[in-house]
């Protein structure tokens, strides 16, 4: 009778060639030593400042004039010019280094007075006289002659102006909605879809500025922003502070075409 002895199972390292055991052990280690580093890693957030040229140079000047703005008659209660002129004050004080200087009353809207001295007097005016007017205030914008000689009379500054536009905007309107239920003989829930009227408001802001070079008049560059904002049914919102909100995000636009910018941010470091 003879016995038969049952040989060892090998381990799958060594089964494999005796020249790849130590590549298997060493690759096993490396997998392990990563696994463990990955657990043990931590994330720190580095905050980062990334420069931005300016859209124009302004080195050749020492001043800068806020010479007004253009805007639609009758189409806002607000005094666009006026507030507009006193907040870019505030900012080029603020965050360039163009000395500012303030007219007793902004030179554009001195010439746009004789425009509508033109109309004639009054509140309300018809859509051909508005478009009139438009017509006449762009002819002024582009008038180098004009611009000239404002430069001559404030020292030959870089001139900002432009046009203006504030709009209360009804937005209010169905709105598509989901909703889960109870049934009343299951108790289970469904979803059910359907449509809300909501009561909302909107307030855009457009501005068309218009960067002049006060030694000769001519026009340096041009750039258009628009922001606006929606505010829901139980938001009571004055346009005035809706004007405020939305000049907010649009100052540092405004900044970044003459002064240099830097956009704050965050990098994700792994140690």
Not at 8 to 14: G, N
Request: net charge positive; glycine share 8%.
């Amino acid at each position: 009778m003879t016995s038969e002895t049952a040989s060892p199972r090998k381990s799958p390292e060594t089964a494999l060639p005796k020249g790849f055991r130590g590549l298997a052990s060493r690759a096993g280690l490396a997998l392990f030593t990563l696994g463990v580093g990955a657990a043990c890693a931590s994330f720190v957030e580095v905050p980062v400042e990334t420069p931005l040229q300016s859209k124009i140079d302004v080195g050749s000047f020492r001043r800068v004039l806020i010479a007004g703005f253009a805007t639609e008659l009758g189409e806002s209660d607000l005094n666009l010019t006026s507030e507009t002129v006193r907040l870019l004050q505030n900012q080029l004080r603020a965050g360039s280094k163009l000395q500012v200087v303030e007219a007793d009353r902004p030179p554009l809207n001195d010439a746009l007075d004789k425009v509508l001295e033109k109309l004639g007097e009054g509140g309300k005016y018809s859509k051909l006289e508005r478009e009139q007017y438009k017509l006449e205030s762009d002819k002024v914008l582009q008038d180098a002659e004009f611009w000239r000689k404002v430069g001559e009379e404030f020292q030959n500054p870089l001139i900002v102006t432009g046009r203006l536009g504030f709009e209360v905007q009804n937005r209010s309107g169905f709105q598509a909605e989901e909703r889960v239920v109870r049934d009343p003989g299951t108790n289970r829930p469904r979803l059910v879809r359907g449509n809300r009227y909501l009561e909302r408001k909107g307030f855009s802001l457009s501005a068309d500025f218009v960067f002049v070079d006060g030694r000769t008049g001519k026009t340096l560059h041009k750039e258009k922003f628009t922001e606006e904002v929606l505010y829901g049914e139980d938001q009571k919102i004055s346009p005035l502070s809706s004007y405020f909100e939305l000049m907010d995000r649009l100052l540092p636009n405004f900044l970044g075409v003459i002064s240099p910018q830097k956009i704050r941010g965050t990098r994700v470091l792994l140690h």
